[in-house]
C-alpha cells in the first residue's frame, strides 16, 4: 500500500510561482508511474502532469505546458510539481496518483493511489 502526501499550495498572485511535493510513504514509488491532477469548484478532475519511474518520460495537458514541469527523486520517495506564470485559472485542488505500473497515463482511473490534495489558489 502506498500513502501520498502532497504539501506546497497556497495562496499567491497571478503571475507567481509554486512547487508542489507529493511524499509517498508505505513502500518505494520508484517503480510506478506518477501524475497529477486538479479539481477545481464544480469540474471534474482534470489531468495535469504526469512522470514515468525513471522521469525520463514526462506528458503535460495542453493547458499548463510550458509552465509547469514534472519530475520526481525517486530516493527521496517524492515527486514535484513546479508551477510558474500561474493563472486564476489554474485555481484548483491538486492532487497526487500513482499507479501500480512504470508508466504514466492521462487517465485518471488508472491510477490506483491517491492523495488528500492540496488547495492552489490564484489571485487576479
Known amino acids: ?3 501520498l502526501v502532497e504539501s506546497g499550495g497556497g495562496l499567491v498572485q497571478a503571475g507567481g510561482s509554486l ?3 507529493c511524499a509517498a510513504s508505505g513502500r518505494t514509488i520508484s517503480g510506478n508511474g ?5 479539481q477545481a469548484p464544480g469540474k471534474e478532475r482534470e489531468f495535469v502532469a504526469a512522470i514515468s519511474r525513471s522521469g525520463s518520460s514526462t ?3 495542453d493547458s499548463v505546458k ?3 514541469t514534472i519530475s520526481r527523486d525517486n530516493a527521496k520517495n517524492t515527486v514535484y510539481l513546479e508551477m ?4 486564476p485559472e489554474d485555481t484548483a485542488i491538486y492532487y ?5 505500473t512504470p508508466m504514466w497515463t492521462t487517465s485518471a482511473a488508472q491510477y490506483d493511489y491517491w ?3 492540496t488547495q492552489v489558489t490564484v489571485s487576479s
Open 66 to 68: 510550458g509552465r509547469f
Open 59 to 61: 506528458y503535460y495537458a
Open 84 to 87: 510558474n506564470s500561474l493563472k
Open 115 to 117: 492523495g488528500q490534495g
Open 19 to 21: 512547487r508542489l511535493s
Open 1 to 3: 500500500q502506498v500513502q
Open 96 to 100: 497526487c496518483a500513482a499507479r501500480r
Open 34 to 38: 506518477m501524475g497529477w491532477f486538479r
